[in-house]
Protein backbone atom coordinates (compact mmCIF):
# COMPACT_ATOMS: atom_id res chain seq x y z
CA UNK A 1 0.00 0.00 0.00
CA UNK A 2 2.98 2.50 1.01
CA UNK A 3 4.37 1.58 -2.45
CA UNK A 4 1.16 2.73 -4.74
CA UNK A 5 0.92 6.02 -2.08
CA UNK A 6 4.43 6.80 -3.48
CA UNK A 7 4.04 6.06 -6.98
CA UNK A 8 0.57 8.15 -7.35
CA UNK A 9 2.67 10.78 -5.55
CA UNK A 10 5.13 10.92 -8.37
CA UNK A 11 2.89 10.64 -10.72
CA UNK A 12 1.07 13.13 -9.27
CA UNK A 13 4.12 15.51 -8.95
CA UNK A 14 5.11 14.75 -12.31
CA UNK A 15 1.77 15.54 -13.93
CA UNK A 16 1.72 19.29 -11.54
CA UNK A 17 5.04 20.18 -12.87
CA UNK A 18 4.33 19.72 -16.76
CA UNK A 19 1.46 21.65 -16.26
CA UNK A 20 2.93 24.28 -14.50
CA UNK A 21 5.55 24.17 -17.79
CA UNK A 22 2.93 24.51 -20.15
CA UNK A 23 1.15 27.12 -18.23
CA UNK A 24 4.09 29.16 -17.75
CA UNK A 25 3.67 33.14 -19.53
CA UNK A 26 6.72 33.83 -22.16
CA UNK A 27 7.17 36.72 -24.28
CA UNK A 28 7.76 37.38 -27.77
CA UNK A 29 10.82 39.03 -29.39
CA UNK A 30 10.27 42.63 -29.98
CA UNK A 31 8.72 43.92 -33.10
CA UNK A 32 6.50 45.55 -35.06
CA UNK A 33 3.28 43.89 -37.26
CA UNK A 34 1.16 44.85 -39.60
CA UNK A 35 -1.90 42.95 -40.56
CA UNK A 36 -2.12 42.30 -44.32
CA UNK A 37 -4.85 39.25 -44.96
CA UNK A 38 -7.70 38.56 -42.41
CA UNK A 39 -10.34 35.99 -43.29
CA UNK A 40 -13.70 35.57 -41.62
CA UNK A 41 -14.23 32.46 -39.40
CA UNK A 42 -15.28 30.31 -42.51
CA UNK A 43 -12.01 30.56 -44.07
CA UNK A 44 -12.92 33.60 -46.82
CA UNK A 45 -10.65 36.04 -47.32
CA UNK A 46 -12.49 39.46 -46.47
CA UNK A 47 -11.35 43.12 -47.17
CA UNK A 48 -10.73 45.13 -44.61
CA UNK A 49 -9.90 48.84 -44.10
CA UNK A 50 -9.31 49.13 -40.31
CA UNK A 51 -5.79 47.63 -40.31
CA UNK A 52 -4.27 46.36 -37.39
CA UNK A 53 -0.52 47.11 -35.43
CA UNK A 54 0.63 45.66 -33.31
CA UNK A 55 4.05 47.11 -31.56
CA UNK A 56 5.70 44.01 -29.34
CA UNK A 57 8.19 46.01 -26.71
CA UNK A 58 10.34 44.70 -23.83
CA UNK A 59 9.43 42.88 -20.83
CA UNK A 60 6.11 41.83 -22.06
CA UNK A 61 4.49 45.67 -23.19
CA UNK A 62 2.90 46.57 -26.03
CA UNK A 63 0.93 48.92 -27.73
CA UNK A 64 -1.87 47.83 -30.37
CA UNK A 65 -4.10 49.81 -32.74
CA UNK A 66 -6.44 49.49 -35.20
CA UNK A 67 -6.00 52.27 -38.37
CA UNK A 68 -6.82 55.74 -37.49
CA UNK A 69 -7.95 54.43 -34.37
CA UNK A 70 -7.69 54.07 -30.31
CA UNK A 71 -4.40 53.10 -29.20
CA UNK A 72 -3.79 50.60 -26.29
CA UNK A 73 -0.99 50.08 -24.57
CA UNK A 74 -0.11 48.16 -21.51
CA UNK A 75 1.10 44.52 -20.56
CA UNK A 76 0.27 41.10 -22.43
CA UNK A 77 0.63 37.79 -21.53
CA UNK A 78 1.09 34.57 -24.03
CA UNK A 79 0.53 31.61 -21.98
CA UNK A 80 0.19 28.19 -24.36
CA UNK A 81 -0.14 30.22 -27.87
CA UNK A 82 -2.88 32.37 -25.57
CA UNK A 83 -2.24 35.90 -26.42
CA UNK A 84 -4.18 38.05 -24.36
CA UNK A 85 -3.97 41.87 -24.54
CA UNK A 86 -6.48 42.47 -21.85
CA UNK A 87 -9.03 43.87 -23.68
CA UNK A 88 -8.35 41.39 -26.51
CA UNK A 89 -7.87 37.76 -26.50
CA UNK A 90 -6.28 35.28 -29.75
CA UNK A 91 -4.78 32.20 -30.65
CA UNK A 92 -1.22 32.66 -32.03
CA UNK A 93 -1.80 29.76 -35.17
CA UNK A 94 1.36 30.07 -36.53
CA UNK A 95 4.44 32.29 -35.46
CA UNK A 96 7.97 32.97 -37.24
CA UNK A 97 10.37 35.69 -38.09
CA UNK A 98 8.71 37.79 -39.93
CA UNK A 99 4.51 36.46 -40.50
CA UNK A 100 2.23 35.79 -37.64
CA UNK A 101 -1.21 34.22 -37.92
CA UNK A 102 -3.60 35.08 -34.67
CA UNK A 103 -7.09 33.74 -34.65
CA UNK A 104 -10.07 34.95 -32.62
CA UNK A 105 -14.24 34.06 -32.98
CA UNK A 106 -14.36 36.21 -35.55
CA UNK A 107 -11.89 34.85 -37.98
CA UNK A 108 -8.20 34.80 -38.65
CA UNK A 109 -5.73 37.64 -38.87
CA UNK A 110 -2.13 36.83 -41.03
CA UNK A 111 0.77 39.99 -40.28
CA UNK A 112 4.41 40.45 -41.51
CA UNK A 113 7.00 42.67 -39.90
CA UNK A 114 5.80 46.32 -40.28
CA UNK A 115 9.40 48.00 -41.55
CA UNK A 116 7.33 51.21 -43.64
CA UNK A 117 9.20 53.29 -41.92
CA UNK A 118 13.16 51.91 -41.94
CA UNK A 119 13.79 52.30 -45.33
CA UNK A 120 13.83 56.40 -45.12
CA UNK A 121 15.83 58.66 -42.49
CA UNK A 122 13.60 59.72 -39.76
CA UNK A 123 14.08 63.46 -38.44
CA UNK A 124 12.83 64.24 -35.00
CA UNK A 125 10.93 67.30 -34.70
CA UNK A 126 12.15 69.78 -31.89
CA UNK A 127 10.27 69.26 -28.99
CA UNK A 128 7.18 71.69 -28.75
CA UNK A 129 6.69 74.05 -26.25
CA UNK A 130 3.63 73.94 -24.31
CA UNK A 131 1.85 76.87 -23.65
CA UNK A 132 0.93 76.98 -19.45
CA UNK A 133 -1.30 79.82 -19.69
CA UNK A 134 -4.22 78.56 -21.50
CA UNK A 135 -7.83 80.37 -21.25
CA UNK A 136 -11.20 79.36 -22.46
CA UNK A 137 -11.13 81.81 -25.27
CA UNK A 138 -8.18 80.34 -26.70
CA UNK A 139 -9.99 76.87 -26.84
CA UNK A 140 -13.27 78.52 -28.41
CA UNK A 141 -14.53 76.06 -31.22
CA UNK A 142 -16.35 72.43 -32.06
CA UNK A 143 -13.34 69.95 -31.10
CA UNK A 144 -13.65 66.12 -32.89
CA UNK A 145 -11.35 63.46 -31.19
CA UNK A 146 -8.96 61.79 -33.63
CA UNK A 147 -6.94 59.70 -31.02
CA UNK A 148 -7.29 58.37 -28.01
CA UNK A 149 -4.94 56.66 -25.72
CA UNK A 150 -4.30 55.00 -22.75
CA UNK A 151 -2.16 54.79 -19.82
CA UNK A 152 -3.10 50.98 -18.94
CA UNK A 153 -5.06 48.18 -20.86
CA UNK A 154 -8.77 48.61 -20.70
CA UNK A 155 -10.83 45.74 -20.09
CA UNK A 156 -13.82 47.14 -21.64
CA UNK A 157 -14.77 50.68 -22.98
CA UNK A 158 -17.48 52.45 -21.93
CA UNK A 159 -18.82 54.22 -24.95
CA UNK A 160 -21.07 56.42 -22.79
CA UNK A 161 -18.47 57.94 -21.08
CA UNK A 162 -15.71 57.98 -23.59
CA UNK A 163 -15.18 61.89 -25.38
CA UNK A 164 -16.26 61.79 -28.48
CA UNK A 165 -16.00 65.83 -29.18
CA UNK A 166 -16.08 69.32 -27.59
CA UNK A 167 -17.49 72.73 -27.87
CA UNK A 168 -16.25 75.59 -26.46
CA UNK A 169 -18.35 78.63 -26.56
CA UNK A 170 -16.81 80.98 -23.88
CA UNK A 171 -18.60 82.83 -21.42
CA UNK A 172 -22.47 82.86 -22.06
CA UNK A 173 -25.56 84.48 -19.99
CA UNK A 174 -26.36 80.78 -19.00
CA UNK A 175 -23.23 80.11 -17.33
CA UNK A 176 -21.94 77.09 -19.48
CA UNK A 177 -18.79 77.64 -21.23
CA UNK A 178 -19.35 74.70 -23.25
CA UNK A 179 -20.51 70.93 -24.09
CA UNK A 180 -18.78 67.74 -23.61
CA UNK A 181 -19.96 64.82 -25.87
CA UNK A 182 -19.41 60.31 -25.48
CA UNK A 183 -19.38 58.55 -28.23
CA UNK A 184 -23.37 57.89 -27.91
CA UNK A 185 -24.80 61.26 -27.46
CA UNK A 186 -26.92 62.81 -30.40
CA UNK A 187 -25.30 66.45 -31.79
CA UNK A 188 -27.83 68.06 -29.82
CA UNK A 189 -27.92 66.20 -26.86
CA UNK A 190 -24.41 66.29 -24.56
CA UNK A 191 -23.78 64.59 -21.38
CA UNK A 192 -21.85 67.07 -19.72
CA UNK A 193 -21.60 71.08 -19.73
CA UNK A 194 -18.94 73.40 -19.03
CA UNK A 195 -19.14 74.93 -15.70
CA UNK A 196 -15.15 76.47 -15.30
CA UNK A 197 -12.01 76.17 -16.21
CA UNK A 198 -10.44 75.70 -13.25
CA UNK A 199 -6.61 77.71 -12.16
CA UNK A 200 -5.04 74.04 -12.15
CA UNK A 201 -6.00 73.94 -16.01
CA UNK A 202 -9.32 71.60 -15.20
CA UNK A 203 -12.75 71.58 -17.05
CA UNK A 204 -15.10 71.50 -13.93
CA UNK A 205 -18.19 69.58 -16.10
CA UNK A 206 -21.63 68.93 -14.86
CA UNK A 207 -24.75 67.07 -15.99
CA UNK A 208 -24.83 63.26 -16.37
CA UNK A 209 -22.01 62.92 -13.80
CA UNK A 210 -19.75 65.73 -12.16
CA UNK A 211 -16.40 65.51 -14.38
CA UNK A 212 -13.12 67.02 -14.32
CA UNK A 213 -11.11 66.67 -17.34
CA UNK A 214 -7.48 67.98 -17.72
CA UNK A 215 -6.08 70.58 -20.63
CA UNK A 216 -2.68 69.41 -21.53
CA UNK A 217 -2.71 71.25 -24.64
CA UNK A 218 -4.23 74.02 -26.63
CA UNK A 219 -1.91 75.37 -29.63
CA UNK A 220 -1.36 75.21 -33.27
CA UNK A 221 -4.45 73.96 -33.95
CA UNK A 222 -4.70 71.17 -31.41
CA UNK A 223 -6.39 70.60 -28.14
CA UNK A 224 -5.41 67.46 -25.49
CA UNK A 225 -7.17 66.73 -22.63
CA UNK A 226 -6.76 63.76 -20.13
CA UNK A 227 -9.43 62.14 -17.94
CA UNK A 228 -9.33 58.97 -16.15
CA UNK A 229 -5.55 57.60 -17.36
CA UNK A 230 -6.65 58.36 -20.73
CA UNK A 231 -5.93 61.02 -23.17
CA UNK A 232 -7.55 62.38 -26.01
CA UNK A 233 -6.75 64.39 -28.99
CA UNK A 234 -8.77 66.85 -30.45
CA UNK A 235 -8.80 68.93 -33.96
CA UNK A 236 -10.85 71.41 -35.68
CA UNK A 237 -12.44 69.21 -39.35
CA UNK A 238 -14.05 71.27 -41.50
Not at 90 to 115: A, E, Q, V
Not at 144 to 152: D, E, H, Q
Not at 166 to 190: E, Q, Y
Amino acid sequence: MQHILIIFLMVLACATATASKKNTSRTLPKNRWREVRRFNADSVEVSFSDTMFINIRPKGAFSYHNKDAFVYNGNYTLIDKELDFGYAKFRMLSKKPTSMILKDKNGFYHFTIDSTDTLRTIVMPKEEKIDSNITIEQMIGHWTAYRRSAAKPLSNIDHSNQIKSVIITGPSSDGKLGFIFSDLDKSDSPSWFIKRLGKALTLECEGKSTRNIKVLKCQNGELILEDDDIKYYFKQFK
